[in-house]
């Protein structure tokens, strides 16, 4: 049997406030537990929720960086259930009418195509506190420093047929809220969260299949794995003549496996009424138009430039605008002098082999992108070969100075002296005989035998392009 | 006799030092502590006397303001940093809130008095004070009968001359209802002119806060300070506050008055309606004209609040989960025995009531039947008042079917429900009222109920005054105090 796969993503993205969504209270990551949880955040009795609009601005920006519609009219509700990280009995959260309707996102399949991914709505809601389990024998403890911290749940349509294409969808996501500044994207701090719903169904069959919702899956990776796993298992079912059932699947990432958290039968009755504490938010044209002419350059907009202005392929322009923080290296590069191609291959190249290496992200790197320009523009000026290049670079990356500091600290400048390479071949082809025998008899791949010798007895330091000239001239 | 003296009279008396705001407070603190009526769920002395120090020093340099050193009842559902906040409900028995109310900062900030927390019906879901984890209220006109509710313990502190005046909360006329069936002042203004901030919520669409006091003088003094914007209130309303007091001498000759003819149907107690006709008939001496109106919709007014108030209120009493703050059932065995018994121990049976209909109503497969179709009835009844509104400027009626019942008249909860029929449907459509006395049926008092349009306070407040000029129903006091 053939069967394909329907998935969903609803992203949780955590809106990089400065305070909570419905109080003063700070949202900053990692401050001593409950400290960082004000009257209203504890949910006391009588306190009242006032909207941070610049929660409501930032989910805009999304809306108008997916081209959704965004609602001049919407409604905050309250999510009732209760578990003791959710102080109030209930979650503020947007049921009806979201902030952001309909809109698109494009993502880049395996097989280098393009495919339209739905977005359903978007909208604001609070985060929970933290329950942590494992601190003490007989209790459970309450950390309520992110209770009302600002979420954009982003709920895309059921468009992605394999786990790639979510990976991808959600890349695209991850990489958007960051350009418009509305999300740091950490995600082993929770600021960027997935939950995948999925279901299969014969290939060609119109009706959805049964669907589970996976959660806690805080990678890219995890979600990979996650979808994948949840395919096997529903495969395994159905081709057993079973039935899949609905429910809310965690997927845990020791054990590598999804295990079922609630079905259907014992999914809470939410009673979501339109919040009375809360006015509905209004969103005129004014306010639209001018959020609107505040949006940076988006990724697409981005990649499109690469293109055009900077004669970037299509490829390397993808991978250089897929990350805003690659981006943001590469233009700083560029402002710094770099010729653009050439800090297209580096930054792709080396850079990002030695950031993958050590695990590290493009903020973290050692080398600033201005001091990574200093490298490539000595490459485009032939003070060095992109070989001894690759050797400066890694002197750089242990912070042993500055591009030119090196070169000079090491001598390793190119030597573009023709009257000093002349005389290193002169003494190689004297002392060669053989090989420029056969040379000359014909077999010319033996260039590069002479090249490297050139190379060799130059420490590298001899430009390559002056070396093969030369050569040629000499043994011609 | 500092005590029979209102709030304008006390101010008066503080500033010509004819006695002193400790003097004031020591008088009033002895009389609560020689009251049966268990008007109050706490008294405190301590900080009273502090604070009425306090003001003393503000009367004797020249920086004291008109309300400086006056005292008060403060119903016990606004929280008060520093002393219990129980909201007359075993669940919050152990509550001290961190913070102060809006409502109670404002008083502060006016150098006021507070006396105490003031009995109230649990989380102010009730009609006769009767259903306080504290014990009933007394009414003072009365003892074997009841003060009306929820801020009964409001109502019978200023009618039983234990404080000049009280703060009140009236979610669907737990002002009015009490001041008429005590015979004093009370102003529910409306919703979006007092801050929230600070009270528990019963039902937040409906509640709003106001002064019980009396004189309508007294009430436009206190509005002066209560009411305002709050940026911590997003239902609160930026609009500028007026001098409450300003037109209060302004003459009623033209003051078009509504008489809702079904106010004045089945079920209203003819000593009652005579009263309250003879009240409407001094404003029509006073130059105001009386035509009937109709308010087609009011019949629906209770089954309506009686969705969305539960429905609300399901929600927000939520928190009351013990495990922050509040009750917490002895060894709880898991969380769900935590929150199950909790909150079993900790509500009464009339607020279980309500969250238990709220949570039915707000459920899925009957949201729409219910709490939707009750917006829908909700918007209608506020269309009846605006169209009225169109052609007259204050309407009057009863506030209250029949005069104050006997403690424990009613068995079943429902029945009382009924109580509130001629004041849920101002709470349902956001306008303020008054009830103001007007009388007295079988020796006790009958409250007159004023209707205004949106932000008319000024003019309730006038229409209220100039009545009291003419009239001494509000000067009673009943025997013994």
Redesign the interface.
């Known amino acids: 049997m053939e069967w394909e796969t329907v998935i969903g993503l609803e992203i949780h993205s955590q809106l990089k406030t400065k305070s909570k969504i419905f109080s003063g209270a700070s949202t900053a990551f990692g401050a001593a537990p409950n400290s960082q949880a004000c009257a209203v955040d504890l949910g006391l009795p009588g306190v009242l929720p006032v909207l941070n609009k610049e929660a409501v601005v930032m989910a805009i920006r999304f809306g108008l960086a997916v081209g959704a519609k965004v609602n001049k009219r919407s409604i905050f509700d309250r999510k009732n259930y209760f578990y003791p990280d959710l102080p109030k009995g209930y979650q503020i959260s947007q049921f009806e009418l979201p902030v952001v309707g309909e809109g698109e996102i494009e993502i880049t399949t395996e097989d280098g195509k393009t495919k339209k991914v739905g977005i359903t709505r978007a909208h604001l809601e609070e985060d929970a506190g933290k329950s942590i389990h494992d601190l003490y024998d007989d209790y459970t403890a309450i950390d309520l420093n992110r209770a009302g911290t600002p979420l954009l749940e982003i709920v895309s349509d059921p468009d992605m047929s394999n786990a790639k294409e979510a990976v991808a969808y959600a890349k695209k996501i991850h990489a958007l809220v960051q350009y418009i500044g509305i999300c740091d994207g950490n995600m082993q701090e929770g600021s960027f969260r997935c939950d995948a719903n999925v279901s299969i169904r014969k290939k060609g069959a119109k009706k959805l299949g049964t669907r589970a919702e996976l959660k806690n899956i805080n990678s890219f990776k995890f979600l990979e794995k996650a979808i994948n796993l949840e395919v096997e298992r529903q495969q395994d079912i159905l081709e057993e003549g079973g039935s899949v059932v609905q429910e809310t699947r965690l997927y845990d990432s020791v054990k590598n496996e999804t295990r079922s958290m609630r079905s259907k039968e014992e999914a809470n009755d939410y009673r979501y009424f339109p919040d009375p504490d809360l006015l509905p938010v209004e969103v005129d044209d004014e306010l639209l138009e001018k959020i609107r002419s505040n949006l940076p350059e988006l990724p697409t907009e981005k990649k499109q430039r690469f293109v055009s202005e900077l004669g970037l392929s299509d490829y390397d322009a993808e991978v250089l605008t897929s990350q805003k923080a690659v981006a943001d290296y590469f233009e700083a590069m560029l402002g710094a002098g770099a010729n653009s191609k050439l800090s297209a291959n580096w930054v792709m190249g080396e850079l990002s082999a030695v950031l993958n290496k050590n695990q590290m992200d493009i903020e973290d790197c050692p080398v600033s992108a201005e001091a990574f320009a200093e490298l490539v523009v000595r490459i485009a000026d032939d003070t060095i070969s992109g070989k001894i290049a690759k050797d400066v670079f890694k002197a750089m990356w242990q912070g042993e100075g500055s591009a030119d500091e090196i070169i000079d600290s090491k001598g390793l400048k190119q030597m573009t002296d023709s009257g000093a390479i002349e005389s290193i071949i002169d003494e190689i082809i004297a002392n060669n005989a053989p090989q420029v025998e056969q040379y000359k008899g014909g077999n010319t791949k033996l260039l590069g035998f002479f090249v490297g010798q050139v190379m060799k007895a130059t420490q590298g330091k001899a430009n390559p392009k002056q070396v093969n000239q030369l050569l040629n001239e000499k043994l011609s | 006799m500092m005590h029979k003296l209102t709030v304008a009279e006390l101010s008066k008396g503080l500033k010509n030092k004819e006695f002193s705001s400790v003097e004031l407070t020591e008088h009033f603190l002895a009389r609560i502590n020689h009251s049966d009526l268990n008007a109050f769920i706490t008294v405190t002395d301590d900080l009273a006397l502090n604070q009425a120090r306090a003001a003393d020093e503000k009367i004797a340099n020249g920086s004291a303001g008109i309300l400086t050193g006056i005292p008060y009842a403060h119903k016990d559902i ?2 008060t940093i520093g002393v219990k ?1 129980s ?1 007359g409900s075993k669940i ?1 028995d152990p ?1 001290i ?3 102060d ?1 809006t409502v109670s900062h404002k008083l502060n900030s006016a150098d006021m008095i507070m006396l105490g927390k003031a009995n109230m019906d649990e989380l102010a879901m009730g009609s006769s004070n009767e259903k306080s984890y504290y014990g009933p209220v007394k009414n003072p006109w009365n003892k074997n009968k009841v003060p009306g509710g929820s801020s009964g313990g409001s109502a019978a502190a200023v009618a039983g001359r234990l404080s000049p005046f009280a703060t009140g909360t009236d979610t669907g006329g737990s002002i009015r209802q009490p001041a008429s069936l005590c015979g004093i002042t009370g102003i529910k203004p409306t919703y979006g002119r007092v801050s ?6 019963y ?3 409906l509640d709003q806060a106001g002064p019980l006091t009396q004189t309508a003088e007294d009430a436009a003094l206190i509005m002066n300070v209560m009411a305002g914007f709050d ?5 609160s309303v930026d609009r500028t506050v007026p001098d409450y007091t300003k037109n209060l001498g302004n003459s009623i000759e033209g003051l078009k008055i509504g008489l809702p003819k079904e106010f004045f149907s089945q079920g209203l107690d003819s000593g009652v309606a005579e009263t309250v006709m003879a009240a409407v008939k001094e404003f029509e001496a006073m130059g105001a004209s009386v035509q009937e109106i109709s308010l087609p919709n009011s019949a629906y007014a209770i089954p309506t609040y009686y969705i969305v108030a539960p ?2 209120c ?2 927000n ?5 013990g ?3 509040g009750y917490r059932c002895e060894d709880p065995k898991d ?1 769900e025995d935590l ?1 199950l018994r909790s909150r079993s121990e900790g509500f009464g049976p009339e607020v279980k009531r309500r969250i238990m209909i709220g ?1 039915y109503a ?3 497969g009957y ?1 729409d039947a219910y ?1 939707l179709k009750a917006q829908k009835v909700r918007h209608l009844i506020s269309e009846d008042f605006k169209k009225a509104f169109q052609d007259v400027d204050v309407i009057m009626g009863p506030v209250s079917p029949t005069t104050a019942f006997d403690l424990g008249a009613f068995k079943d909860s429902v029945s009382m429900y009924l109580a509130d029929i001629y004041t849920l449907s101002l709470n349902l459509a956001g306008l303020p009222g008054m009830s103001i006395p007007a009388g007295f049926s079988n020796n006790m008092p009958v409250g007159l109920q004023l209707i205004g349009n949106y932000w008319s306070e000024e003019l309730l407040l006038n229409a209220a005054h100039q009545f009291q000029g003419q009239t001494d129903w509000h000067a009673q006091m009943p025997e013994g105090v």
């Not at chain 2, 929230?196 to 919520?201: D, F, Q």
């Open positions: 606004f929280c906040t909201a919050l509550f809130s961190p913070y109310a929230r901030y600070g009270m528990i919520a039902a937040s669409s940026d911590k209130d997003s239902t429905c609300e399901s929600s009493l939520s928190r009351l989960d495990v922050r703050y969380l929150y949570t707000l459920s899925a949201y709490y």
